[in-house]
C-alpha cells in the first residue's frame, strides 16, 4: 500500500468531479445527461484505482471526494 496512490486516486476523485459537478450545474435535474455527469468519472477512477493497486477499505473515502468534488463544482458554477 502506497500513501501516494492513494493520494494520487483521491485527487483525480475530486478534480475529475469538480469539473464534472460545475458542468451539471447548468443541466436540468433528473435528465440523461445530469445522470450522465454524475457516473461519467467512474469509468477513469476504477481502473486507476486498480492499476495503482489502493486498497479496498479506501473505496468510501473515493465515493466521498467524488460527492464533494460534485457538491463544489456545482457551487462554483452557481457563483
Known amino acids: 500500500m502506497s500513501v501516494l496512490n492513494i493520494l494520487i486516486v483521491s485527487v483525480v476523485a475530486f478534480a475529475t468531479n469538480l469539473f464534472l459537478g460545475r458542468w451539471r450545474a447548468g443541466c436540468r ?10 457516473h461519467a468519472s467512474i469509468p477513469l ?8 493497486d489502493t486498497p479496498a477499505v479506501f473505496i468510501p473515502l473515493f465515493i466521498g471526494l467524488a460527492v464533494a468534488g460534485q457538491f463544489a463544482g456545482s457551487k462554483m458554477a452557481k457563483t
Open 29 to 38: 435535474k433528473f435528465t440523461v445527461k445530469w445522470w450522465l455527469l454524475i
Open 45 to 52: 477512477i476504477i481502473p486507476l484505482r486498480v492499476w495503482l
